[in-house]
């Protein structure tokens, strides 16, 4: 009997105990939800997964969720190695810190379950670039056009179309193509290597042409104009764009996803008397420095555009005013000529890329008693002191003084302000953004709110949360946390 009773004690004798199998990730129209606990996971069991990051409340979040489960739905069905997935940065405050996601939505590939090397999707907003974006990268970027028929219709097939000639195969001029079809995933991508093509074209170099239906002429980009895929990516977004791109809820995204760091801004009202004289001359000043400077038409009758009317201080008093902006230091300038003509746009655009400009510098006296009381005063003279100071972290209210919205939320930051007012590791601050300027890209609604951790020269941390003092307090308590820790 013990004899029987051990023998059913050996291995392979009974019933075997099961295997734990994880619950399926939940999925949102064909996205899958994604957190902190389960986005490893995700990583694995995807070759492919792009991640949309985004905030619940953001209106670019929303508008973009539609498109981005069409394409979800149709990479689904179309290859298995595919997947699309997103994370509510407002819930996963982790995931968004160790991507450092600052704006929303985000896009981003992991390939092969790789979390540190993931691939920023930029400028894609629409279902069928999503699409096309991820197929660029699982096969070639460009059709192959062998035949002068397949030529000749590819050019008439969209509205805009870019075609590269390779005529000496030794450069990188193809590497450089090839990835530049990868980044912009909103127009057909043809590659001509055939004789006959390049013959019938009048082709003799590496060349890279831009046909737009809409209009007479192409552009063509020659190999020497090309150094890295930067280069060609910012040519073909340029020839992409009109000379000027008048601004609006639908052409912002394309006018800062242009990798040209140069922007100016005509702000005029299109009905005025003088506005066809102004734009005949600043589109003339377009024209002359295309490829370097981005021009824009804002429409000071549009009332829509308010948020840029705001960021940099124009009011109707002011209008017409040209305005400059380079994006990669945050620094504008004003055109200091009252009469917006093409000698003084020239000019302008001349002395600023030659760097004779000077930077346009707003900012209120500095109150006697800044300093003095729970919530500090700041203005654009002793911002940075405050805000990037070695040793002290800063708290900042972004405010307008006109805006309900502010003048409500003035006695919670004063609450704060009292919270802590003891504490010298952190200093409670406000500024008034219509009155000075500051070295910070800005452009939310007011009130907004960032966090900026000692010892640093540009960082900063965008708060998203309930505008309350329990989640003002919360989120102070975590990033102080997370500053002490990055200090050791």
Not at 36 to 56: H, P, W
């Amino acid at each position: 009997m013990a004899f029987g009773i051990a023998q059913e004690g050996k291995a392979g004798i009974g019933p075997k105990p099961k295997k734990y199998k994880a619950p399926k990730i939940k999925e949102d129209h064909n996205v899958l939800v994604l957190t902190s606990s389960n986005f490893a996971r995700a990583l694995k069991e995807n070759k492919y997964l792009l991640v949309k990051f985004y905030i619940t409340l953001s209106a670019p979040s929303q508008t973009v969720r539609e498109a981005f489960s069409i394409a979800a739905a149709h990479l689904k069905e179309e290859n298995a190695d595919v997947r699309f997935g997103q994370v509510d940065i407002t819930e996963e405050k982790d995931l968004g810190k160790e991507f450092k996601i600052e704006a929303y939505p985000t896009f981003k590939l992991f390939i092969n379950g790789d979390r540190k090397n993931a691939i920023d999707c930029k400028g894609v907003r629409t279902a069928s670039a999503f699409v096309t974006w991820i197929n660029r990268r699982l096969g070639p970027s460009a059709t192959l056009l062998n035949t002068t028929n397949h030529y000749e219709s590819f050019i008439q097939s969209d509205k805009v179309t870019v075609v590269g000639f390779l005529k000496d195969p030794s450069s990188r001029f193809k590497e450089h193509f090839s990835e530049a079809a990868e980044d912009i995933p909103d127009f057909p991508f043809g590659l001509v290597t055939n004789e006959d093509v390049l013959l019938h074209v009048g082709i003799t170099k590496n060349k890279v042409a831009v046909y737009n239906k809409d209009k007479p002429v192409h552009f063509l980009i020659s190999e020497e104009e090309i150094d890295s895929k930067m280069d060609l990516v910012r040519l073909i977004q340029t020839y992409i764009m009109d000379v000027v791109t008048e601004y609006n809820l639908e052409t912002s995204v394309t006018i800062f996803d242009v990798p040209i760091s140069n922007h100016i801004l005509l702000f005029a009202s299109k009905t005025s008397e003088q506005f066809s004289a102004m734009y005949e001359g600043y589109e003339s000043a377009a024209l002359e420095f295309r490829g370097k400077i981005v021009f824009v038409l804002v429409d000071t009758d549009e009332s829509r555009n308010g948020r840029i009317f705001e960021y940099f201080r124009i009011t109707e008093v002011d209008t017409p005013a040209v305005r400059l902006l380079n994006l990669t230091s945050d620094t504008k300038y004003r055109m200091p000529a009252d009469d917006v003509t093409f000698e003084n746009v020239r000019s302008f655009c001349q002395k600023y890329l030659d760097g004779k400009a000077k930077p346009q510098r707003d900012s209120e006296n500095i109150p006697k008693d800044w300093d003095k009381h729970p919530v500090k005063e700041l203005v654009g003279k002793n911002f940075n002191k405050v805000a990037f100071n070695k040793s002290s972290n800063a708290f900042v209210m972004f405010y307008a003084p006109w805006s309900k919205s502010c003048k409500e939320l003035f006695p919670v930051w004063e609450e704060l302000g009292k919270r802590y007012q003891n504490n010298t590791n952190v200093t409670i601050a406000r500024i008034d953004s219509t009155a000075n300027d500051i070295q910070l890209m800005t452009l939310d609604r007011y009130p907004h709110f960032r966090f900026f951790p000692a010892g640093s020269e540009s960082k900063s941390v965008r708060y998203t949360g309930e505008k309350n003092i329990e989640e003002f307090t919360e989120f102070l308590e975590r990033e102080l946390r997370y500053s002490s820790i990055e200090k050791v």
